[in-house]
């Protein structure tokens, strides 16, 4: 069982590069196995052409501690488990600096709903946190990164806004699996990309009314929903 | 003859790939055979990479049910039809949520021609629809957004302006074959992308003037036409 | 003799699609033998996936009459033969819709030289052509879209500047083969992208000092040149 | 040993060319040998794709003579020189004219720390040299672009911040190794797009402040380093 998410994360993490989201080593996916309370996640710092998936490393969801794996573990890693630990039913986290995504964080801005493309994945705006205060950096940076990204979806669906903009730094993004975080950060760029040029081209377009905003949010997702094939 | 044209329509899907117009499982492309009246499209969200010719689905012209294939057609397939229908010189219809077409349209802001390359195939700016009222997104929304398009085009020959913004949505292009409305997708998120750079330089550009749009525009199409090869 | 010309001008058009600088059918690019009297260019239309060296169409530089293929030649001929005759000292001519320098030629604006990649090629601005008149449109148009570049080199080297953008429409790169030619519609299109870029960053950015655009210039270009091995 | 730094400093120059950081012939890459007091230096003007490991040329650092190759070295060579000289701890250099890192030189600004991207690779702004006096260009040129660009870390840390503008001209890096210093040029042309996405979206974009430039130049610098593998 943790063999195949060990190759589920080594594979988002593959992902991540094939669509232009990461260079060098930037970067990083994992899974939750809620059940054995372990997260999967990626080694810190080796380059991605010399990864293999036995480097994944097992990190206990409870205590943070390494659990199995030769490598140290990703640096992000606690604010991995800071949202497994508060968004309980996502199970998979994806981090990139993917360049749009990365320019509206370090701008601190939230991503208005500017259409269909949009509304398709995201149910309103793409939030953006706080800035951490400098005790907050000092000690459990991290940590405390996690801690004011849960802060900001205090009253938000997290399966219904899968992703976040840390101010100062870049994007995060979630989902049930680790392959449609990845999918979700894909996505998040080019909205992102789509928003930037919109914004250029009139400085005051104004975000998608409610109705358009449900409609396609609910095409693709929930009990009414009738994007794609039934049995899927 | 139905097998050729499920043939050509998968190929006008993968191509819309191949231009890197679409994204996941997004955009779709049909054909229709008037004779028979029926339509041939792409199958709703299924992924690019394992779609083949024969998942094409065929759906009727007059009535919109499916009489042919395994899946479940587009959910765009009312748009698809409105246009078949008003537009009876049509034969194939491309639909992307490429970037800066997209953009234009989350602008909501139609296409000034305001070089050659645009006239060469816009006889004239790319319209941008009214947006859709609450009622028209309630009930009926994918129709509607047919209809809304055909509306736009009140005055306007759709041969010669072979495409369209929907506001907050994203572009439609068209042609008398699939192979041509997808070539249209591609040459119209060109001259968008330069429309974009045109303004960002000068704000206040202003479009062709009305001799040059007919020069162009008349070198490549109607009976004066000099471009290209004669026995072509 | 003219079968290798046949070759470099194939080559040459092919590498305008790899380098990104065409798309579909557009753009052309030709060579002329001064001794033989005879300009080769790339035929009207034809797809690039199927054009062989013996499509190229051979065309008298005296009288613009076809001598030799089986093809129509480029619309565009007409352009290239004037160029031909104005500048003696050039081999090469190439023609795109590239999109940052299509952007400039639509907003009409010549490109100021803001650093030494531009300043290694063109020793100065590159200049923009006045927009042609309603009569200039209509009769022998291709004509006088040569007529207007040359009109604008009246004070100019070509060679110096090797290309120009035609206002509203599109640029023409030209050097003394046609290799070279499309080398500096590659390098046209980056230093206008470089251009654009500078100009979003601060609109009032002044154009190199003499000094500067000298030295540059200088170090690739005539007696002093030290740039580049001795033999070359 | 010398044998085994040509190889590094060729196989430097054609990542610059895979990762889209030069053009043609441009930008150049090399490395030094204080022990043999020997700069190994990409030769001037060879294409590329032609390019073999025993081409690069060896230059002696007190002199600047050539001493090894049958080539003529870099243009830049004095440039180079000027750098190993006054910064004693580099062992690479890499010259580019990367498209967004020359916008900006050309635009004479320096880079602010805008986000964590930044700073976990540059310990503040990436500094912009002044410009060259007439006096300066018209001697030695390529020697003064180094005495500008040395002038300018006067008080700086040339390791901690491995990269600078050359005013009007193109962004040079550096690093222990020449791989490295490619890898910062590769590092600075993203940051440069980041930071102009940035200042799109909000001009008055403030620089991070001071703790979180500290907390990410220090997780991947120095001895209190926690990101990636201990034994690397």
Redesign the interface.
């Given at each position: 069982m943790l063999e195949k998410l060990k190759q589920e994360v080594y594979d988002a993490n593959l992902r991540l590069v094939r669509e232009g989201l990461v260079?060098?080593?930037?970067g990083n996916a994992s899974a939750v196995d809620r059940t054995e309370r372990v997260v999967v996640i990626k080694?810190?710092?080796?380059p991605y052409a010399e990864m293999r998936p036995e480097h994944m490393v097992l990190v206990s969801l409870d205590t943070g501690q390494i659990i199995g794996g030769q490598?140290?573990p990703s640096?992000d890693t606690p604010t991995h488990i800071a949202l497994y630990t508060a968004f309980t039913e996502i199970g998979g986290i994806a981090h990139t600096?993917s360049?749009?995504a990365?320019?509206?964080?370090?701008?601190?801005?939230e991503i208005p709903p500017?259409?269909?493309?949009h509304a398709d994945h995201f149910h309103g705006a793409v939030p953006c946190t706080r800035?951490?205060k400098?005790s907050e950096?000092?000690t459990n940076?991290e940590k405390n990164t996690g801690k004011v990204i849960v802060e900001r979806f205090k009253k938000l669906d997290p399966l219904a806004r899968p992703g976040v903009l840390v101010a100062?730094?870049?994007p995060f993004t979630w989902c049930t699996t680790v392959g449609n975080a990845v999918?979700n950060a894909?996505?998040l760029e080019?909205i992102v990309?789509?928003?930037?040029?919109?914004?250029?081209?009139?400085r005051s377009?104004t975000p998608?009314?409610k109705?358009?905003l449900e409609?396609h949010f609910l095409?693709k997702h929930g009990k009414q929903a009738?994007?794609?094939?039934?049995d899927?």
């Open positions: 260079l060098l080593t930037w080694p810190s710092g080796v490598l140290a640096a600096h360049l749009y990365t320019a509206w964080a370090q701008a601190k801005r500017f259409g269909m493309t800035m951490l400098d950096i000092r940076y100062n730094h870049a999918e894909v996505v080019r990309q789509m928003a930037s040029e919109t914004l250029m081209l009139n377009t998608l009314k109705s358009l409609k095409r009738y994007y794609g094939q039934k899927k």
